[in-house]
């Protein structure tokens, strides 16, 4: 598994990310991305490739979402998470073994179901192998 990650907000690194990753080529292989913004936790998303699936959660209280977009052979869509604080959202992708997921998680407001303009979000590009 590759694992590549970045974080900007309108071209301007402000928000941290932390990555743990399991070893590498097993079916077991998954990651964690943090999204922080104004030197607190908003965001955490964890993709586990056993399964495919992807897991959200939301870590601040602010009235804010947050989402996770993500884009593999398959398919591309979005995962959103408005229940708050300490809640979590997950979604089983049922992809074919080996598929490419790349995907961000993001941070704002809440839109018809999205957030079109987020205040912060990262880059995280999962290459199963």
Known sequence: M?????????????????LVVTLPGTANASSTVKLSHSGSTRA??????????????DRAADGKSVQVTYTSVVKSSWLINSKGKGEKTTRNLELPEGSRVTYSVSYGNASNGSIPNPIAWTQTKVDEA
């Open 2 to 18: 590759k694992i590549l990650h970045g974080v900007r907000s309108g071209g301007v690194v402000l928000a941290s990310v932390a």
């Open 44 to 57: 955490e998303a964890s993709f586990a490739a056993a399964g495919e699936v992807f897991t959200l959660w």
